[in-house]
């Protein structure tokens, strides 16, 4: 999820209110700057009141995952579901670890590298090290879906390995 702070910005101004005006009794001052000026997401319920007060919706200023690499991401997804691996990877191989900003992104990174090399490139070495760094870099929880994606390829290129134990 991203914020569109120069949207607030301009509602605010529309509105001809101050920052001051638009945080009273919802947040502080500082937080409507960082918000205009960085983008920052505060809570969901700060956000709610201030759309309220501006009289516009949540969706105007705020874009769910509509980045590239998210499209990536998912276009990725839809040709390994479809078994179109060869064009998955041709896909994948176009995105730059630059371009990743969040945990969230290294996971998909790191898993898709890892699913990648196992069941097109028969690579099980490289698919256990990818799953690995994923597993043991970006994950904070075992209830994360990529932990539990990442813990059966790993389990997957072992048994390709014929190395149990």
């Not at 409507?32 to 969706?59: A, D, V, Y």
């Not at 064009?87 to 896909?91: F, G, H, L, P």
């Given at each position: 999820?991203?914020?569109?702070?120069?949207?607030?910005?301009?509602?605010?101004?529309?509105?001809?209110?101050?920052?001051?005006?638009?945080?009273?009794?919802?947040?502080t001052?500082?937080?409507?700057?960082?918000?205009?000026?960085?983008?920052?997401?505060?809570?969901?319920?700060?956000?709610?009141?201030?759309?309220?007060?501006?009289?516009?919706?949540?969706?105007?200023?705020i874009?769910?995952?509509?980045?590239?690499?998210?499209?990536?991401?998912?276009?990725?997804?839809s040709?390994i579901?479809?078994?179109q691996?060869q064009?998955?990877?041709?896909?994948f191989?176009?995105?730059?670890?630059?371009?990743?900003?969040?945990?969230?992104?290294?996971k998909q990174?790191?898993?898709?590298?890892?699913?990648?090399?196992?069941?097109?490139?028969?690579?099980?070495d490289?698919?256990?090290?990818?799953f690995?760094?994923?597993?043991?870099q970006?994950?904070?929880?075992?209830?994360?879906?990529?932990?539990?994606l990442?813990?059966l390829?790993?389990?997957?290129?072992?048994?390709?390995?014929?190395?149990?134990?």
């Open positions: 999820m991203r914020i569109l702070g120069e949207k607030v910005r301009q509602f605010r101004k529309r509105k001809g209110m101050s920052q001051k005006e638009l945080a009273e009794g919802i947040c001052q500082a937080t409507i700057s960082l918000i205009e000026k960085k983008s920052k997401i505060p809570s969901m319920k700060i956000m709610m009141k201030i759309c309220n007060r501006l009289g516009i919706r949540l969706s105007e200023v874009i769910e995952n509509d980045d590239q690499l998210y499209r990536t991401f998912k276009k990725i997804d040709l579901r479809h078994t691996l064009e998955a990877q041709d896909v191989q176009r995105i730059r670890p630059k371009q990743l900003r969040s945990n969230n992104d290294k990174y790191y898993y898709y590298e890892g699913y990648l090399q196992l069941v097109l490139n028969d690579n099980a490289e698919a256990i090290f990818n690995g760094l994923l597993l043991n970006f994950v904070k929880s075992s209830h994360d879906m990529y932990a539990i990442a813990t390829g790993t389990g997957l290129a072992y048994e390709r390995k014929q190395a149990y134990g």
